[in-house]
């Protein structure tokens, strides 16, 4: 007999709740992404000063605006192209200052943050060839330095993305991949996007939206540089860091992509945080579980770009 799954803890849900008040009724009340983006933008900033990196710029990679922070730790710092989250369609460099401050500050790597462009102006493949770009331009930026491509959500299927097209290009040379809380699969066939479809934030509305405005076309739904889950080649890949949680509509995917990884020869590590829902990472100041998930995360990325 199936026992009744436990919901969020009382702290999880409350913020669950707070993140859901102040985020667009995507895709049922609104859908135009004008209007979306505008609510957004309207929205207040948060309080508190930025955490701070000694080197801050905004830079132009090869055409793709990307930000540069720069910890100044040493001067062979090994470096993270970050991808933002936002389902392909919103976020942006400011929306995740903050945790790109807190990643290089936890690291001691430079982080290069991409700024690519998003749907549903610019579908797929505009997003993944901006990023190789901008990882391209980071190569000669920064040579001899080991690389990392991380990303969050959306951005995390972006992160992967790079590590195939890097392989099939050859090059950059990547030396790991973390991957929080990634998307990666337009079917949204499995469990968890109908266990946790409402009421956890990310919903299957927001899903279906984004994917639909990300690649319109159906043949480029299986794309392994749109969908790494759509039976891509995974062999030859960068070691692999995946963080997942256990009340996201992506949780499943997640999990089976780390799957798929292993099967594949590709060394994976991953940490799965059951009460946890999507976007925790970046909400760690309001929740000290996620301070806690997050910490341990950037460890282990910090671990993998050490030297030897």
């Given at each position: 007999?199936?026992?009744?799954?436990?919901?969020?803890?009382?702290?999880?849900?409350?913020?669950?709740?707070?993140?859901?008040?102040?985020?667009?009724?995507?895709?049922?009340?609104?859908?135009?992404?004008?209007?979306?983006?505008?609510?957004l933008?309207?929205?207040?900033?948060?309080?508190?000063?930025?955490?701070?990196?000694?080197?801050?710029?905004?830079?132009?990679?090869?055409?793709?605006?990307?930000?540069?922070?720069?910890?100044?730790?040493?001067?062979?710092?090994?470096?993270?192209v970050?991808?933002?989250?936002?389902?392909?369609?919103?976020c942006?460099?400011?929306?995740?200052d903050?945790f790109?401050?807190?990643?290089?500050?936890?690291?001691?790597?430079?982080?290069?943050s991409?700024?690519?462009?998003?749907?549903?102006?610019?579908?797929?493949?505009a997003?993944?060839?901006?990023a190789?770009?901008?990882?391209s331009?980071?190569?000669?930026a920064?040579?001899?330095?080991?690389?990392?491509?991380a990303?969050?959500?959306?951005?995390?299927n972006?992160?992967?993305?790079?590590?195939?097209l890097?392989?099939?290009?050859?090059g950059?040379?990547?030396?790991?991949?973390?991957?929080?809380?990634?998307?990666?699969?337009?079917?949204?066939?499995?469990a968890?996007?109908?266990?946790?479809?409402?009421?956890?934030?990310l919903?299957?509305?927001?899903?279906?939206w984004?994917w639909?405005a990300y690649?319109?076309?159906?043949?480029?739904?299986?794309?392994?540089?749109?969908?790494?889950?759509?039976?891509?080649?995974?062999?030859?890949?960068?070691p692999?860091q995946?963080?997942?949680?256990?009340f996201?509509?992506?949780?499943d995917?997640?999990?089976?992509?780390?799957?798929?990884?292993?099967?594949?020869?590709?060394?994976?590590?991953?940490?799965?945080?059951?009460?946890?829902?999507?976007?925790?990472l970046?909400?760690a100041?309001?929740l000290?579980?996620?301070?806690?998930?997050?910490?341990t995360?950037?460890?282990?990325l910090?671990?993998?770009?050490?030297?030897?």
């Open positions: 007999m199936n026992r009744p799954r436990t919901g969020p803890d009382p702290a999880v849900r409350n913020l669950i709740d707070l993140a859901t008040a102040a985020f667009p009724p995507l895709a049922t009340e609104m859908t135009d992404i004008a209007d979306v983006r505008a609510f933008a309207a929205r207040p900033r948060p309080d508190g000063p930025a955490p701070a990196v000694a080197r801050v710029s905004d830079r132009d990679a090869d055409g793709v605006p990307v930000r540069v922070y720069d910890p100044a730790v040493h001067a062979t710092a090994p470096v993270i970050f991808c933002h989250g936002g389902g392909f369609v919103l942006d460099l400011d929306s995740h903050a790109c401050r807190s990643l290089a500050r936890a690291t001691e790597a430079v982080v290069v991409v700024d690519y462009r998003r749907a549903p102006e610019h579908p797929f493949p997003a993944p060839e901006d190789y770009t901008a990882l331009w980071t190569a000669a920064f040579p001899g330095r080991r690389i990392a491509v990303g969050d959500s959306a951005g995390a972006l992160a992967t993305v790079l590590t195939l890097a392989r099939d290009r050859g950059p040379a990547i030396t790991c991949q973390a991957l929080y809380y990634p998307m990666l699969d337009p079917t949204r066939s499995r968890s996007h109908r266990e946790n479809a409402q009421g956890y934030f919903t299957a509305d927001h899903l279906r984004y639909d690649v319109p076309r159906p043949a480029d739904r299986t794309s392994p540089y749109a969908a790494p889950l759509a039976g891509a080649d995974l062999s030859g890949l960068p692999a995946l963080v997942t949680a256990g996201d509509p992506l949780r995917d997640g999990l089976a992509y780390a799957t798929a990884l292993a099967s594949a020869g590709v060394s994976v590590t991953v940490h799965h945080h059951a009460g946890m829902f999507h976007g925790f970046s909400m100041g309001a000290p579980a996620a301070a806690e998930a997050r910490e995360a950037f460890a282990t910090r671990g993998a770009l050490a030297p030897g």
